[in-house]
């Protein structure tokens, strides 16, 4: 198992430069599974602990099963959950049939920017277990990201330290370097950081370590008796099952090693067209 | 389940046009990851198109193709041998995208160094070789491309390999192969060679095969870089963890370990994990967390070592740097220098050559390192360093700078030049070592008293009303419920040294540092002025009560008399009450004023 030594080490020492570099810290947690490994991750970093509040965008699209895995989850692991919204356009409608690219713009990229900046109200889960609107309002600095390289080519641009600037943009022509395990830990005054612990993970890898660790991933992405399961999760609306029996773990990654369908490909706004996911990305998309 | 297999990131880095893509192109066809005929295909359209073939054109045409399950995007490209799989990262080979060629190269385990046959030896594959060679890259193999194109004529090759061999041993790089090829039709990549049978040495994808996945570096001496020191205190956890990646060596459970540069010692009581077996030794490369049996004043930037195989501690540090940046490195800038967990303040101290790190010439009149450069230079650091040697432990042993907010420049330590508190240093290891403790240690004190020792020193010219600053900080911290005390070097002159010279000046500041350091281990806030030791010599004191630190406040703004790096400046008579609120705030921000 020596690659997912490596990889687990790797992200583990990510993980705590950047606890050490951002006081404003925060992880974008999905419910899918390659940011559930990364929360994974962040408890093996700090010893059982995840020291900072994990933030969740919330489109009011999920699959519902998600939230309820959510907040399990927090209450379980003694997670600070923190929750945004676009409010407005959801109080005007929005939904995919506006368009995708529209809609994920407006509930995911629009959310996150102002959830992250502060300038939207947060949602925090409080001892009761219900969620509150929170008074902080200060910006985080650091935002730990759970993307990978190799999902599909905007991503595989990235550093594991990516500067954004002061509207959240990200120029991917200019980036600093990255040496050894020096990372950009410096910033102006109203920028942040987006940092990608699990930049070197595959799919696979990502399969293998739930597996080896024994990680309670959302059984969304198993078989349970239709034939169908999801790849990769996200709005009910914009995200496909796919034809797989994969029951298991184990199953999942038999079935990676055979396939040849790319990760996302059950997911619309992908294809709606070929620069799309770079777009987001440049507008501080995940 | 089937085993999972090994990776090794490699880098191909070669100047523009000698055949970077062909060849990865090649290496993907013959592989069995691109299908048959397809690289062909695409060299056709190109032809066709009348436009050169460019890696970028395969990219594309595969991108359209993902049906075929190709893992590939701009960034990085995979294949596998039945020995391992390998992922070749991007480094472009023009020189605007150095940055990104240099981001790239630091990740690889192994480089292939490609030269175009018809071409020779060009600038940027000198420049390439110094950088892998400076990147730590020593596993290398230089391949010759374009053969078909001088009639794979060995005379040709012959004098390439000369040439570049010398070039590269000058920059410590011993190859292990030199492999002539033609990537475009196939020869020496993955399989041999009838038009060049000449060659007997191995094909690329052998020699790559052939390079070594571990280049063990748990026999090196320990070295644990602290990142961190963890006490959550939530969940009824109460353990305080120093948490750091093991770069080299290996740590075990009951290894008595120093700090350095503070020269703390202690034992490890255990290696702390979560969701698994806790471990009784770890290696290099593992990200550890270990609590000690004794509750040492442990920071980031510190190195734990054995006491028998300790790093290095300076600030004057000879170095090989390139540059990067769009502004030069200039002597008379401060930046910030980030080597393993460490980082502090520095300057350059001295140049000794800036190279022109394409053909290595010298260029002796220049003042400053240029975008691209490559230099020999000392570096002066305003902290203490640990540090190892590049050529001994490459972890501990290399570095970035920081200009603004950005990387700017990397480089390796080639030596530790004495500094003038080197002498002080050694001595105040040798107390640090015998000192007799009682049961109280600096942590439970810093709890009870409720903030760390530390000390205030306030610097500036006389009549700028420091002293007043001092008195009016005193009565502020200890109104606040610090221990804090006043020692006026007044006093220590008065009783201490009255048995010294009035010019000895070494002994002089020795013994002030030491009695700063008695009441440091006593738990105070020491506030102090520079009105009787001098400026220079807070260096000295530094070195005396490491590993407390000395915050230094100059009043009188940023003039010559100004120390490097003061924590804070302010303007000459600033009124007291309003220094003393300026003081305490940024001592509270770095916090310095309650324990964590």
Redesign the interface.
């Known amino acids: ?6 990889l687990e ?2 992200g ?2 990510i993980f ?2 950047a ?2 570099h951002f006081k404003q810290m925060c992880m974008l947690w999905s419910i899918g599974k390659d940011s559930t490994v990364l929360l994974w991750l962040a ?7 995840v ?1 900072f509040p994990l933030v969740h965008i919330d489109t009011s699209y999920k699959v519902p099963s998600m939230i309820a895995y959510r907040d399990r989850l927090a209450r379980e692991w ?1 997670l600070t959950m923190v929750v945004g919204q676009n409010r407005q356009a959801l109080a005007e409608g929005m939904n995919h049939e506006k368009g995708r690219l529209v809609c994920c713009r407006a509930l995911k990229t629009e959310a996150l920017r102002h959830t992250l900046d502060g300038s939207w109200p947060r949602l925090r889960m409080g001892a009761d277990g219900q969620y509150h609107e929170e008074e902080n309002r200060e910006a985080f600095t650091g935002v730990i990201v759970g993307a990978r ?2 999902e ?2 905007s ?3 990235e ?1 594991y330290f990516s ?1 954004r600037d002061h509207h959240g943009d990200w120029d991917v022509a200019d ?8 990372f ?1 830990t ?3 005054p109203g920028t942040h950081v987006r940092i990608h612990p699990l930049l070197d993970w ?1 799919e696979i890898n990502i399969w ?1 370590y739930i597996e080896r ?1 024994q990680i309670p991933i959302i059984d969304l992405y198993f078989d349970r008796g239709s034939g169908k399961r999801y790849r990769s999760i996200g709005c009910e609306t914009c995200t496909a099952m796919i034809d797989s029996t994969a029951k298991s773990t ?1 199953e999942i ?2 079935e990676l ?1 055979r ?4 990760e996302r490909a059950g997911r619309a706004q992908d294809q709606e067209d070929t620069y799309a996911m770079e777009k987001l990305r440049r507008d501080g998309y995940m | 389940m089937t085993q999972p297999r090994d990776t090794m990131n490699i880098v191909i880095v070669g100047h523009v046009d000698h055949g970077k893509s062909t060849l990865v192109g090649r290496l993907l066809a013959d592989t069995g990851v691109l299908g048959d005929g397809k690289l062909e295909k695409v060299q056709a359209t190109c032809r066709r198109q009348g436009k050169e073939f460019e890696y970028a054109f395969l990219l594309d045409a595969l991108e359209a193709e993902q049906d075929q399950g190709i893992t590939i995007d701009a960034a990085r490209v995979f294949f596998r041998t039945d020995k391992r799989d390998y992922i070749i990262i991007d480094a472009p080979g023009h020189i605007e995208f150095l940055k990104n060629m240099v981001t790239g190269a630091a990740r690889a385990e192994a480089a292939v160094l490609l030269i175009d046959a018809k071409e020779g030896v060009r600038e940027n594959s000198r420049r390439h070789g110094y950088l892998l060679s400076m990147l730590g890259i020593r596993q290398v193999v230089v391949v010759v491309n374009k053969m078909d194109l001088v009639g794979h004529d060995r005379g040709v090759y012959d004098q390439i390999v000369t040439e570049y061999r010398a070039f590269l041993a000058e920059v410590g790089i011993e190859p292990r192969h030199f492999i002539p090829i033609s990537a475009r039709d196939g020869d020496h990549v993955a399989k041999g060679s009838e038009t060049m049978a000449w060659h007997d040495g191995p094909t690329v994808l052998s020699a790559l095969d052939g390079f070594a996945k571990q280049p063990g570096r748990a026999d090196l001496p320990l070295r644990v870089p602290v990142q961190d020191v963890y006490k959550f205190n939530a969940r009824g956890d109460d353990r305080r963890i120093v948490a750091g990646r093991v770069e080299a060596g290996r740590v075990k459970v009951g290894d008595k370990v120093v700090f350095s540069p503070s020269n703390k010692v202690s034992t490890v009581a255990s290696l702390e994990v979560f969701s698994a077996a806790t471990p009784t030794e770890k290696e290099a490369g593992a990200s550890v967390g270990v609590t000690l049996t004794e509750q040492i004043f442990v920071e980031r930037g510190d190195v734990m070592s054995h006491v028998d195989d300790q790093p290095l501690v300076g600030t004057r540090l000879r170095v090989n740097l390139f540059w990067l940046g769009r502004e030069a490195m200039r002597p008379d800038k401060t930046y910030k220098i980030k080597l393993h967990t460490a980082h502090s303040e520095c300057r350059i101290a001295k140049i000794h050559r800036v190279l022109d790190a394409s053909d290595l010439d010298a260029t002796a009149d220049k003042t400053s390192v240029e975008r691209h450069d490559v230099a020999d230079v000392v570096l002066a650091t305003r902290q203490p360093l640990a540090v190892d040697l590049a050529a001994e432990i490459e972890a501990t042993g290399r570095f970035v700078i920081v200009d603004d907010y950005d990387i700017a420049g990397g480089g390796i330590v080639r030596e530790v030049l004495p500094d003038e508190a080197h002498q002080v240093r050694l001595e105040a290891k040798i107390r640090e070592f015998e000192w007799v403790r009682g049961d109280i240690r600096s942590q439970q004190r810093a709890e009870r008293f409720g903030h760390p020792a530390s000390m205030v020193m306030l610097t500036g010219e006389a009549g700028v009303g420091k002293h007043a600053i001092a008195r009016a900080l005193e009565a502020e911290l200890v109104e606040t419920s610090h221990h804090a005390y006043l020692l006026d070097g007044k006093n220590v002159f008065l009783g201490v040294d009255a048995d010294l010279a009035f010019d000895d000046r070494g002994g002089l500041v020795r013994r002030f540092g030491e009695v700063v350091h008695l009441f440091l281990d006593a738990g105070t806030l020491v506030v102090s002025t520079t009105n009787v030791i001098g400026l220079a010599d807070h260096r000295t004191v530094q070195a005396l009560i490491s590993p407390f630190k000395m915050f230094i406040v100059h009043v009188g703004g940023t003039d010559e008399s100004a120390p490097d790096g003061a924590d804070l400046h302010l303007s000459p008579n600033t009124a007291p009450s309003r220094a003393v609120a300026q003081i305490v705030a940024e001592l509270h921000r770095r916090g310095r004023l309650r324990t964590h």
């Open positions: 198992m020596a690659q997912l030594d490596d080490e790797q583990i020492y705590r430069e606890y050490r408890r093996k970093a700090f010893f059982g602990h020291p003694g390289a190799d599909e080519g991503r595989s641009k550093r500067p980036q600093p370097p990255e040496l050894w395990n020096q950009k410096d910033f102006a595959t293998e660790e184990q990654i038999v090693r396939t040849n369908v790319p």
